[in-house]
């Protein structure tokens, strides 16, 4: 298992996609927004939060009412918004949570 990152060709063009695409787009960024997934770990998601936790952007995480957040993402993240997405003031309130991020 240790060796699949240097040995797996597909694994490593992965890498290259991420270092080439997904850092510049989060470095180029005031901040992170991500919804919350449910269930099993998502992959991408936890890719863009440690990308962003190492390049040290403030971090606004869009839940789903009365979700469950792991207690370690709270330590990490600025600002939490209740969705759902499509609610009236929803908009509103992510702005607000945009503009306290320093």
């Given at each position: 298992?240790?060796?699949?990152?240097?040995?797996?060709?597909?694994?490593?063009?992965?890498?290259?996609?991420m270092?080439?695409?997904?850092?510049?787009?989060?470095?180029?960024?005031?901040?992170t927004?991500?919804l919350?997934?449910?269930?099993?770990?998502?992959?991408k998601?936890?890719?863009?939060?440690?990308?962003?936790?190492m390049?040290?952007?403030?971090?606004i995480?869009?839940?789903?009412?009365?979700?469950?957040?792991?207690?370690?993402l709270?330590?990490?993240?600025?600002e939490?918004?209740e969705?759902?997405?499509?609610?009236?003031?929803?908009?509103?309130?992510?702005?607000?949570?945009?503009d306290?991020?320093?």
């Open positions: 298992m240790g060796d699949i990152w240097k040995d797996d060709p597909d694994v490593q063009e992965w890498a290259r996609r270092l080439s695409d997904l850092v510049p787009m989060i470095s180029d960024s005031d901040c927004v991500s919350l997934p449910h269930g099993e770990p998502d992959v998601f936890a890719v863009e939060l440690g990308f962003s936790i390049l040290d952007k403030p971090i995480a869009i839940v789903d009412p009365g979700q469950q957040i792991p207690a370690r709270l330590r990490v993240v600025d939490i918004v969705g759902p997405v499509g609610a009236p003031d929803f908009h509103e309130r992510l702005d607000a949570a945009i306290r991020i320093p």
